[in-house]
Each structure stands twice: as C-alpha cells, then as structure tokens.
C-alpha cells in the first residue's frame, strides 16, 4: 500500500453504537481549519455508508471485528492498525475507550490522546500500570472535570496537563435545524398539545434513576398545572418496574412511556421542561440537545451534568425526591420573562463551552495538542 504525503491525525474507536458515532464527529470537527486530514478507523461494526458518512473524516475505515474477537491479547488487531498506521502520514492518534487506547499503543509508535468517556476506567491495577508504562507519549482527556479528576485519582503520578477535559460538543445551528416545532413534535408522539410536559430521555436503568423522577413527580402533582404529564423515552430492563411503580404512585395515567424513539432529540421541544436524574453522568449530551431546544432544565447535582446545568438550570441532590419535586413545581411557575432569562443564560452558556467551535478553540489550548498544532 503506498504511503500518503498529508499529514494526518488517525482517530480510533471501539464502535459506531450509540453516542459513539457522534463522538466521531466531534473529535474530527477539531481539525477543520487545519491542515490535516482525518482518518477514522472503527474497531468494531460492519462496514456502513451512512456512518462513514456521519463522520465528518477525510477517509473512514472499518476493521469489522466483533467484541469475542478482541478479548484477550487482541494482536490481530494490533497487526491490522499496524498496517494501516504504517500507510499513511499520521502524525498521532486519538484513541476512545481504553481498549482503543491499547491497541494504538502497541500497534504504533505515534503520541497518543486517549479521550474516556466513563468512570472508573483506571480502575484495575492492570490499566494503571499500562498507562504508566506508555506515560511518555500518552496523554488522556475526559470528557468533563468530574471524569477527568477521577482518572487523576487513579494516575498519581502524572502531571495535571496530561490528564485535561475537552467537553463533549454539538453543531448548535444544525440540531436546532433538525427540530421539529412543538406542534409537530407532539402530534408525531401523540402527546396533548395543552398539556404541561416534563421530558426524560434515557435508558430505563438504575445509573438513569427514573424511579426518582416519578416520586418526584408523584410528589409535585397536586401543586402543578393541572393538565401535568411525564414523558419518558427509552427502553430497558426496568421497564416493568417503573410502570410498576407510577400503578403504585397513582400517575399510570399521567406518564406516557414512549419507548424507543429514533433520533429523539428532534422531539425535545415537544417538552416544557427536562429533568435528568442520572446517577453520576460522565457528561450528558441529552442536556446539550435539550438547551439547543430552549428546554428549561433540572439535573442531579453530580458528575459531568452538574458542569453542564449549573448557572442556566436547577440542580438537586442526587436521588433527592423532595428537592426534585420543588424544582418542577418552580419550573411549572416561571413567568415568560424569566423563561426568556433561562433560555438566554443557556444559549450563552452553550455557544461559549459546548459548541464546536468553542470546543475546537479549546483544544488547541491544550499544552497535550501544541507539539501537532498546524491551524491554518
């Protein structure tokens, strides 16, 4: 295979399912006012047009392995990135997810920014020594300061300027574009269009916490106008359970389980408010689509969505039913001028830390990103 001339940055990541073909996206919007081309190689999935296409990358390659064939020592896939780290002009990586950053490290000798997405990702010893051992030339980023202090937690010894955040990121002005209006985002999920709604969108999970929500909800009721509703999109194992619960809370009937709903963010202005009551969010990127919407917020007070809402939203103690339910009884009771003051802060907020360009500008801050910096 001949060897390209570009220079170019190699983006490796685990999979294209769920977020993290958006955080594709996001990683190689960072690089268009500069001179590099982007190459994005999936370690898992089928080859896929419409990924290849969602990427925003000069080249998109898929090594189409399934998650049985890399466990363990994983060396066809560090022989396969080898071939093609040695095909191209790359001048370093940026891996997602640990086991990318694993193999980029033994299957090439570039500099390397290994982005994490959860917690507790340095957990094992075995990750730690690792990420010890490749210290020279690995730098890590999480996605908000809670994931990044929790890595410097388990990473003693590196400096504070290996171990940044680099906040996840949308394209404002295309997601508002892919909104529906209120009318119609409500027609399409057969919601009462003078009904007072309360969104949720998330996996019907214990980390997600709806069982806090509707307490919650159960609670603020009686002091809430009178047409009220919860709308929760999603699926998952507590599926039963929670429906179980609103029987039990006597709101079955005033919470409409949506279900699966593709490309949910198109619907959120079908919503008068969002409430996320996660369970230590690593970011929340359902917050980001709910502020593009002009969606007033309320989040739990932890993780990456507290960085989020705090200042343009409420926050309340995690798991906290109570404090929830006074949240959206405030909620329900904001005047238009002081809808317009939220919308306002979250635009200004939104623009300034979670938009491309924001997040672009941010990453070439970075002491990690000097050594590669070819702006034009």
Known sequence: MARSVEPRVLQFCHGYDGPFLDCARQYASLFCNTSYKVTTVFLTGRPNVDVAKSCASDEVLFMDYQS????????????????????????????????????????????????????????????RFFANWQKKRLSLLGVSNSVRDDIRKKLLNWSADKIETLYNHIDVDQVRGQLLSKIEARQQLHLD??????????????????????????IAKPTLPKNSQLAIMGTGRLANQLKDLA???????????????????????????????????????????????????????????????????????????????????????????????????????????????????????LPMSQPFNLRI
Not at 282 to 310: H, N, R, T, W, Y
């Open 68 to 127: 049985t064939d890399i466990r363990g020592l994983k060396l066809k896939a560090i022989r396969d990135l080898r071939i093609i780290a040695h095909s191209r002009d790359f001048k370093f990586c940026i891996a997602h997810r640990f086991k990318p950053i694993w193999i980029a490290c033994l299957a090439t000798s570039l500099p390397i920014i290994g982005v994490h997405h959860a917690f507790g990702d340095y957990e094992r010893w075995g990750r």
């Open 193 to 218: 269009d003078g009904a007072w709604i309360i969104g949720n969108v998330g996996r019907l999970h214990p980390d997600k916490d709806q069982a806090t929500l509707l307490r919650a909800f159960a």
């Open 247 to 365: 029987r039990e809370l006597a709101i079955a009937e005033q919470v409409l389980f949506l279900g699966h709903v593709e490309q949910a963010r198109r619907y959120f202005r079908a919503f008068d408010v969002f409430a996320l009551t996660s369970d230590h969010e690593p970011f929340g990127m359902v917050l980001l689509e709910a502020m593009a919407a002009d969606i007033p917020i309320i989040c739990s007070d932890c993780g990456g969505g507290k960085e989020i809402v705090k200042d343009v939203g409420i926050l309340f103690p995690l798991g906290d039913e109570q404090l929830l339910a006074e949240a959206l009884q405030r909620m329900s009771q904001l005047t238009l001028q002081q809808l317009q003051s939220c919308y306002d802060a979250m635009q200004v907020k939104l623009y300034s830390h979670f938009s491309d360009e924001a997040v672009e500008q941010a990453f070439w801050k």
